[in-house]
């Protein structure tokens, strides 16, 4: 059960109003943005998720990207997260317990581990390795919209948000990541 629960659309007015109806409108009202729109700004920062996701597709392609995310959602244990993308990549007719990456995924997908991990020590390997395929300008799309998913599952992961309907079927093939055991 979520910490904070979800708004009902008779609880807004003014721009929260306008983004639920817009959401709804769209069939993309999930239950982290009946969450969000109870404080506007926040919902507001929250939807640059979108803009960062749609430049790491113009670089990466949809599912470079979706590899890259899933990543970090599921190094993040972020249950939500991590099954939207596994929806995803299920989308993409692909396994996600079976992926078999090429080189620039598997460097897409040590990153996105990393910066979860410690983005203090991202090593100078991984980032020559990372600089075979994109560009600086590349780089700063790829790791800010890294730093952007972390945000989301941080938001979800401790507010507990719900899982959406569409992903209870799956909500089995979410498993926490378990590396930060060792740490404890």
């Known amino acids: 059960m979520s910490r904070v629960p ?21 069939n993309n009202l999930t239950n982290m943005k009946e969450v ?14 979108y803009t960062s996701w749609n430049r790491l597709v113009q670089v990466v392609g949809v599912t ?13 244990s972020c249950m939500l997260c991590s099954l939207f ?6 989308e993409l007719g692909l396994d996600p317990e079976n992926l078999e990456l090429n080189e620039r995924q598997q ?17 100078d390997e991984l980032f020559d390795r990372l600089r075979k395929f994109f560009t600086d300008p ?11 998913m972390i945000a989301t599952n941080n938001f979800n992961s401790v507010l507990q948000i719900n899982i959406d309907d569409r992903l209870l079927p799956i ?9 930060r055991n060792s740490s404890k």
Not at 36 to 48: E, H
């Open 85 to 90: 993308f596994i929806s995803d990549i299920r």
């Open 138 to 148: 590349e780089i700063v799309a790829v790791v800010g919209f890294g730093a952007q």
């Open 36 to 49: 969000l729109l109870q404080d506007y700004p926040t919902y507001d920062a929250f939807m640059a998720w």
């Open 64 to 76: 470079d990207a979706t590899f890259y995310a899933h990543a970090i959602s599921t190094t993040n």
């Open 6 to 26: 979800q708004i009902t659309r008779d609880k807004l007015q003014g721009d929260a109003l306008k983004a639920w109806d817009s959401q709804k409108k769209n």
């Open 171 to 179: 909500k089995d093939q979410f498993k926490p990541a378990t590396w």
């Open 107 to 123: 460097v897409l997908v040590e990153l996105g581990q990393q910066i979860v991990k410690d983005p203090t020590a991202v090593s």
